[in-house]
Nanobody, 119 residues
Framework: VQLQASGGGLVQDGGSLRLSCAAS????????MGWHRQVPGNEREFVAA???????KYADTVKGRFTISRDNAKNTVNLQMNNLKPEDTAVYYC??????????????WGQGTLVTVSS
């Protein structure tokens, strides 16, 4: 399974960005997919995930501001990020697993996409 992420960029405090991740390759089930993020020097942290059945899960730090969704026909997952804060600045990584019920996908990883929120 290969994951291709897109959509990062620079935004001001309070702004919005939308990240997308497309999965390709040998996929026989509905992947559970999600996002993690990492600030240089820190450990990677969970952001949000959505199961193959569409159940979402969010980190407390983004709950109410971020929304994760999926398009099964396109094997894509999107992360709508609203009311962004400088502390959201990080490299965001798409992740997936073929364990469709999982809410912590981490078997496959895409390349990171940088999100920078200026104050």
């Amino acid at each position: 399974v290969q994951l291709q992420a897109s959509g990062g960029g620079l935004v001001q405090d309070g702004g919005s960005l939308r990240l997308s991740c497309a999965a390709s390759g040998s996929i026989s089930v509905k992947l559970a997919m999600g996002w993690h993020r990492q600030v240089p020097g820190n450990e990677r942290e969970f952001v949000a995930a959505i199961s193959g059945g569409g159940v979402p899960k969010y980190a407390d730090t983004v709950k109410g501001r971020f929304t994760i969704s999926r398009d099964n026909a396109k094997n894509t997952v999107n992360l709508q990020m609203n009311n962004l804060k400088p502390e959201d600045t990080a490299v965001y990584y798409c992740a997936a697993t073929q364990e469709s019920w999982s809410l912590y996908p981490e078997d496959y990883w895409g390349q990171g996409t940088l999100v920078t929120v200026s104050s």
